[in-house]
């Protein structure tokens, strides 16, 4: 039965929720792995290249007031940890990172009680108009609804505003598990499910490609991951704009949700994760390996259970490593690890249009791609 679902997924038929529950937990390692190979390759050929995007990641405040279990990195509003970045402090950062031939700035902070949307407004205008080039990549939906409360403001309203100023493309960032029940316990402040579905509804309906992702690992179940997905997948069929999906495992590392959860993912957790998602998100071209919580060699291993591109070098990075995790990767060895993968590697931009090509050299040895196409 799982093999017949799995040859379904194949062909090019779509998972039901059941269905992908049943996949994730009966499935073999090898055989998910494979399938979503195959799912990869209908998408992106193995003669297409592995892509990158080099980016930074500016946290412009860590202030915040949704006080979520899993977060380490967040100050509440008074404490003398808090900061928000002066403008000069984030041009720097910028200069920096268009320097080394950025594309895309990936700017997120805290729920900030003390910041409206004129303060988003001019950082947003000033950044373009200092970096009209640059990608902005911007305020998760987490964000853009704290906006619409601080200022007053309907979720259009603020949306259109922000766009004007220069907002290009909105990150998935804060979307954990769209599982009501599980926000309720690890982010009962932040927005539910609905509304995080809701803003990026918005978001696409006017034109605003985003992004998706799904921090799973706390307390979350498959059936609460698959649901997920098929949320993810619905708002796809309603409205496109999803333009990638990342997943991540839970960082429990200084946070107080970590001194209450013991049973930390797996490698192999990851991997399934990663194929389950490449086979149940039919309608999202991009599926984006995490080296930044997962280390370089596993998101390489990635590439052959439905990866197709290693994310961003993060030239900066704040939350993740705030809860006691870091990998360091330059670009260097992200083109490496593509190339010992078997691919060609690329830079892209935000949208996916290849940018630069790093072509691989021929090797007689057995990459993750030809390992991945030999099947069961």
């Keep these: 039965m799982v093999k017949q679902l799995l040859q379904k997924a194949i062909a090019g038929g779509r998972l039901d929720f059941h269905e992908g529950v049943k996949v994730f937990n009966e499935a073999s390692l090898m055989d998910i ?13 193995d003669d297409q290249p592995i892509t990158y995007v080099i980016d930074r ?5 860590n202030v915040c007031d949704a006080y979520c279990t899993f977060c380490a990195f967040y100050a509440p509003p008074g404490s003398d940890k808090g900061y928000v970045l002066p403008y000069e402090t984030i041009k720097e950062k910028v200069t920096e990172l268009v320097d080394c031939g950025g594309t895309q700035l990936l700017l997120q902070g805290g729920h900030n009680p003390d910041l409206g949307i004129e303060y988003y407004e001019e950082l947003l205008s000033k950044l373009k108009s200092d970096f009209p080039k640059l990608t902005l990549h911007a305020l998760s939906p987490s964000e853009i609804d704290h906006i619409t409360r601080t200022s007053n403001l309907s979720l259009e309203e603020t949306l259109k505003r922000l766009v004007a100023a220069g907002l290009t493309s909105i990150p998935g960032g804060g979307a954990e598990v769209l599982s009501e029940r599980v926000k309720k316990i690890i982010s009962p402040l932040k927005i539910p499910a609905s509304r995080w579905l809701e803003v990026m509804e918005a978001a ?4 605003v490609r985003t992004t998706s ?6 307390v979350d179940t498959i059936e609460d991951r698959i649901e997920h997905l098929v949320k993810l997948r619905d708002l796809q069929d309603r409205a496109e704009g999803f ?6 495992s839970f960082q429990p590392g200084g946070t107080p949700l970590g001194k209450k959860v013991k049973n930390l993912t797996t490698a192999t957790e990851y991997l399934r994760m990663v194929a389950v998602s490449r086979l149940m998100l039919d309608n999202i071209r991009n599926i984006q390996s995490s080296w930044v919580t997962q280390g370089s060699a596993l998101g390489q ?11 961003g070098t993060m030239m900066e990075e704040n939350v993740v490593s705030a809860a006691g995790t870091r990998c360091d990767v330059t670009l260097d060895d ?13 830079q892209r931009d935000t949208q996916y249009n290849i940018l630069k090509l790093h072509r691989r050299q021929a090797s007689s040895g057995k990459t993750v791609a030809a390992l991945a196409a030999s099947g069961v």
């Design 301 to 311: 291993t990635a590439f052959a259970f439905g990866a197709n591109d290693f994310g």
């Design 334 to 346: 992200m083109i490496r690890c593509i190339h010992a993968a078997g691919f060609d590697a690329a």
């Design 57 to 61: 990641n500016v946290n412009y405040t």
């Design 243 to 248: 333009t990638a999906f990342i997943a991540w």
């Design 33 to 45: 792995g494979y399938a979503a190979n195959e799912v990869r390759r209908r998408f992106h050929p």
């Design 204 to 207: 696409h309906k006017m034109g």
């Design 213 to 218: 992702t799904m921090m799973y690992g706390s």
